[in-house]
């Protein structure tokens, strides 16, 4: 009987498993930069919603989360939390 490329299902996928270790990482990794700063991986993706919308101004967005203009404008332009959609995969 030719089993091909089938794996047993008494072994492991390596891929499977690799994935689940990457999931993860990426959980850890963001836990790790929320506890490092003011804003959660949530608000981030709030931020980024509200500023999106262009109907609140950046500042107003910053005083509502307690942080800077300039953190807001970093987010939404991704130069801060760059990682996170990728994360979230």
Do not use: H
């Not at 690799?18 to 608000?43: D, P």
């Not at 300039?70 to 939404?76: E, G, H, K, N």
């Amino acid at each position: 009987m030719d089993q091909g490329n089938e794996l047993s299902p008494s072994i492991p996928n390596p891929e499977e498993s690799n994935v689940r270790k990457l999931s993860e990482v990426r959980r850890k990794f963001i836990q790790r930069m929320e506890a490092q700063g003011k804003l959660t991986a949530e608000e981030v993706l709030e931020i980024r919603m509200l500023a999106a919308n262009k109907k609140m101004k950046l500042r107003v967005i910053a005083n509502m989360y307690g942080v800077s203009t300039r953190a807001i404008s970093d987010i939404v332009s991704r130069k801060t939390w760059d990682y996170l959609e990728t994360c979230l995969e």
